[in-house]
Structure formats: structure tokens, C-alpha cells
């Protein structure tokens, strides 16, 4: 085996795969959270994954109402839609060697033409954890928006 | 070489086996190409008398003998041969090491690490945020706006 060939090697095996040049995956579900004084909570069809992360929250009724993932490298930022008011923009700021992506989290508010940050946040996420961004009005509850990254 | 009807003859002779040994003799004496090949025979008999010679060590020599064996079998062979052999050895070794390492090496991400909020801010006037963190890890970002009045 020739220097070069070895040395290709011995790289390519020992490249840390989560290396900061390795794209994120974001994912959200955006939910209106209500109470209907049902007595239990009813979380709708298409929740299940993120139903862990709603059942601490004061809210007898959980309806989805968008969710989406993708897939951005670091420093890169992805911009997924919610409803005509509210927008959510995630954007991959580093990698720790523990294995946390510290993550820029904004969900912005537009009404005619005006748009400000209702929410900004930065935080260090646990890949496969989930966590939640709630408390702006939506209808007659409240978002609540369950936020993951990809293992 | 010239040849003879008797070189059969001439070879039963000189083995030792010829019925009229002494007409073969007398014809070898009076024949040019019987004489070469008598010749010949005897020093190829000679030759494998020679290398059948088997020398006998005696009792009093076989330990000498025994530490002349021992001494070139474990005489270290210095050559440039060697050495490749050796590079290239140590350098499978290191290979098959990182491999291996690569394979059984931790995940980096640690079971305790939990997802951590650093930063949170909001542009709504009146607004006030607060996280909670739940038993099982899900960190929780809450935004409480005044009356639902974001503008």
C-alpha cells in the first residue's frame, strides 16, 4: 500500500461524522393549543410524535396545524411557513463535541407588511429531543411549536 | 559420441554382471567408443559413491553441533527485505487498529445532555418569556403577550 493510499485511509476512517460540515436536520410541528374542557386531553391524528413534549402544557386539545423538516449545513438557515401570520426560520450555528447543535430558533410575526420577532431564541438541542416554543395567540388558543433536530 | 552394438554389454561389465566378462574386456580394450563409455560409467559411479558418502557425528560432537544449529536459526536476518516486510506489518497493525477503534468508539452524543436555552428575546412590547425544563428533559420556551395585543 502506497503512503498516499494509507494516508487517504487512515482520514477517511477516523473523520468524525459529526463533523461541523455535516448538515442538520431541522424538524417542526407547529400546533394550536386549546382548552375545550373536554376532561382529557385529545391530541389530533398526526401527533404522535411529538404528543411526549405537549402533555406537560396546560391544554386539554392539541390540532396540527403545519409541520415540515430539512436538511441545512451549519450557518445555513431554513424557513418553514406556519399560517399567513407566523414563520419559523432555524438556523444551525455549531456543533458541540458532546453532540448538541446549538440552534437559532425565530418565529416571526407578520401583518400588514410588518413583520417583528416574536420569538427568538438560541439553545443548545440534544439530537432526537424535543422541545417546545408556545404562547403567541393563535385563533382562540395558543401556537405551540415542537422543535427537533436530526440524530 | 560414437556408439557400439556392446554398450549393453559394457554396462552389465562394469556392473558386475557380464556372462563373458572376459570377451567384453578384450573388446574394450580394442574398441574406441566401448573404452569412452567404460569410461564414463566409472566416473559416474564414482560421483554417486561420492554423494552417497554419509558423515557420521560422533556422540562427543552432536552438542556442538546442536549450538551450531541453534546459533543460525535464531541469527537475526538484516536485510532491506526484512525491513519492508516489517513497514508493512506495523503499518496493517495501525490500519486494523483505527479501524477498529472507529467501529467501537462511543456515539459522541451523552446520555445526560440535555437540551439548554441560552438565549431568549421577544420584540412584542409587554410581552414576558420564562423556560421550563420537564422532568423527562423538554425544555419549554413560553411567551406570554398581554392581551393577545402583538402591535
Known amino acids: 500500500m502506497s503512503l498516499m493510499g494509507l494516508t487517504v485511509l487512515i482520514a477517511a476512517l477516523t473523520a468524525d461524522p459529526n463533523q461541523a460540515s455535516a448538515p442538520v436536520t431541522l424538524s417542526y410541528t407547529a400546533v394550536q393549543a386549546t382548552n375545550e374542557g373536554h376532561g382529557e386531553r385529545r391530541f389530533e391524528r398526526g401527533l404522535e410524535k411529538v404528543q411526549k413534549a405537549l402533555e406537560g402544557l396546560d391544554f386539554d386539545t392539541f390540532t396540527r396545524v403545519a409541520s415540515g423538516s430539512e436538511s441545512v449545513d451549519i450557518g445555513d438557515e431554513a424557513r418553514f411557513p406556519i399560517d399567513d401570520h407566523y414563520a419559523l426560520t432555524m438556523s444551525p450555528i455549531s456543533k458541540s463535541e458532546d453532540g448538541r447543535v446549538r440552534v437559532r430558533s425565530r418565529i416571526t410575526v407578520t401583518r400588514d407588511g410588518k413583520s417583528r420577532d416574536a420569538l427568538d431564541t438560541t439553545q443548545a438541542m440534544v439530537p432526537g429531543k424535543l422541545m417546545n416554543l408556545g404562547g403567541l395567540p393563535m385563533g382562540k388558543g395558543e401556537l405551540v411549536v415542537v422543535l427537533s433536530v436530526g440524530k | ?151
Open chain 2, 1 to 151: 559420441m560414437d556408439a557400439c552394438r556392446q554398450f549393453a554389454e559394457v554396462e552389465r561389465w562394469i556392473d558386475g554382471e557380464a556372462a563373458e566378462a572376459a570377451g567384453i574386456e578384450r573388446h574394450v580394450a580394442g574398441c574406441a567408443a566401448c573404452a569412452k563409455h567404460a569410461a564414463f560409467l566409472r566416473q559416474t559411479r564414482t560421483a554417486v559413491a561420492a554423494v552417497a558418502t554419509r558423515h557420521h557425528i560422533s556422540d562427543a560432537q552432536f552438542p556442538a553441533f546442536m549450538e551450531g544449529l541453534r546459533v543460525e536459526i535464531e541469527r537475526p536476518q538484516r536485510s532491506w527485505r526484512g525491513l519492508w516486510a516489517l513497514g508493512s506489518l506495523v503499518s496493517a497493525a495501525l490500519v486494523a487498529a483505527i479501524a477498529l477503534y472507529s467501529l467501537v468508539k462511543p456515539a459522541p452524543v451523552p446520555v445526560e445532555a440535555k437540551t439548554e436555552v441560552e438565549l431568549f428575546s421577544t420584540q412584542i412590547e409587554g410581552a414576558t418569556t420564562k423556560v421550563d425544563y420537564s422532568d423527562d428533559g423538554v425544555a419549554t420556551i413560553w411567551i406570554n403577550v398581554p392581551e393577545g395585543d402583538m402591535w
